[in-house]
């Protein structure tokens, strides 16, 4: 067993339901096994097991690993694509980056370049949207298993409008998912998982996505992932080829579900996000990357009217960073641009939102926050002595206060541990 000391911040009760941080400023977690067995105030929990080794996380705060429900493995090497709207910057940059994944060894290197850049940023779980071919999802699989994460994958599948190289048929979509998805759905201990991953409705027919639904019934358990309504130009030639609402699309097979988890959703409909909300799925909210691609300001207020799930997704490479930190401050700056439409939030709904939020989109109930009985995985930010953060939070008025400073100022950098299963991955 083990005994970690520090700070511990953690919101078991979403602020959005009325619940409140929850902190130990000289706080005790006694882990055995990966299994948080204790939990309180330090001196208290060494007095009830004072011969275990104590790990010291102080200096800082230790809170609950990141959950990223939204980003792209091809697309670490072209982060940074500015001026282009969605469907521009799929052409120009994204794509050809994928079609190199064709090459495993070349897929190899990025799984490497991709998994690390999670780690080094805190993130503990990962909904990943894979590559097109499946050797290059074998080998995203293969390093998160060498190195630990939690991450659900799958996939990327086509037939229509994509280059050709990345196109292929429903039947061969249906064959490679459900063999990748046999292999890898519950691999290392649970860790693995499989998402079966059209690219989004604008690139498939009826017939691939029937093909995806195909394939999630065929191996239960298995996760749904895709995009919806992030740029006006993609909804409006969705609807135009569906005739239907790009939610409905993916509902007339059966695509949606409590394991369904959407990206961005920016411009919805009422009836689709009451169509959300009765399936179950959950929004993956990409601020960084709407900005970015100019593709508009996320409704949060009325996902929260209309009872629709969401979380913090960082969308790379749309989006600009590995870090939910960043994308979570990014989150509050576009409420605060929505005047009357607002939804005020607080540093601990962020926290909420880039952890157990994540944890419950992802159907994660083993993680999330750091409650006995749950996993211990976690992140312990340290500043760097004498940095900005490090002057803001040591003179912040209390925890609340320095976890918002976090919030403001920290990123990958002030990352100084990360714990998975209770096995120190970073640090």
Request: proline share 4%; aromatic share 6%; net charge negative.
């Amino acid at each position: 067993m083990t005994l970690y000391r520090g700070t511990v911040v953690d919101t078991p009760v979403s602020p959005f339901d009325g619940g409140e941080l929850r902190v130990e400023e000289d706080g005790g977690v006694l882990v055995r096994d990966g299994a948080i067995l204790a939990r309180g105030s330090f001196a208290a929990v060494r007095d009830a097991h004072p011969d275990e080794p104590v790990d010291n996380l102080r200096g800082g705060i230790v809170v609950p690993g990141f959950v990223d429900t939204h980003v792209h493995y091809p697309q670490v090497r072209i982060i940074g694509g500015l001026g282009m709207p969605l469907l521009e910057w799929l052409d120009r940059r994204a794509l050809p980056e994928e079609a190199r994944l064709a090459d495993d060894d070349y897929a190899a290197g990025v799984a490497t370049d991709f998994v690390g850049a999670l780690t080094r940023a805190g993130t503990t779980s990962a909904l990943v949207f894979g590559s097109h071919f499946p050797g290059a999802v074998d080998r995203l699989f293969e390093e998160s298993a060498r190195v630990g994460l939690r991450v659900t994958a799958g996939l990327v599948v086509s037939d229509r409008v994509l280059r050709p190289d990345l196109l292929v048929s429903p039947e061969t979509a249906y064959a490679e998912s459900v063999r990748l998805a046999q292999r890898w759905h519950g691999a290392a201990g649970g860790r693995l998982r499989y998402a079966v991953t059209p690219r989004f409705s604008l690139s498939c027919t009826d017939a691939m996505l029937q093909a995806c639904g195909s394939a999630v019934t065929a191996v239960p358990g298995v996760f749904f992932t895709s995009h919806v309504n992030e740029n006006a130009a993609e909804i409006a030639a969705v609807e135009a080829d569906f005739g239907a609402s790009y939610g409905e699309s993916y509902d007339r097979h059966g695509l949606l579900a409590r394991r369904s988890v959407l990206a961005h959703n920016v411009h919805p409909t009422d009836a689709e996000l009451d169509l959300l909300a009765a399936r179950g799925t959950a929004i993956s909210h990409c601020p960084t990357s709407n900005s970015a691609l100019g593709s508009g300001l996320f409704p949060m207020r009325r996902h929260l009217e209309r009872g629709v799930r969401f979380a913090l997704g960082t969308d790379v490479g749309g989006g600009m960073t590995f870090s939910l930190l960043r994308e979570a401050l990014q989150a509050y700056l576009v409420q605060q641009c929505l005047g009357e439409q607002r939804t005020p939030l607080s540093a601990a709904h962020l926290l909420h939102l880039a952890t157990a939020a994540g944890a419950d989109a992802l159907d994660l109930p083993e993680v999330g926050d750091l409650s006995v009985g749950k996993r211990f995985d976690a992140v312990w930010l340290r500043p760097r002595d004498g940095s900005t953060l490090d002057v803001a939070a040591s003179n912040a008025g209390d925890v609340e206060d320095a976890l918002g400073t976090y919030f403001a100022l920290a990123g990958s950098a002030d990352v100084a541990g990360v714990f998975v299963d209770g096995q120190r991955v970073v640090g």
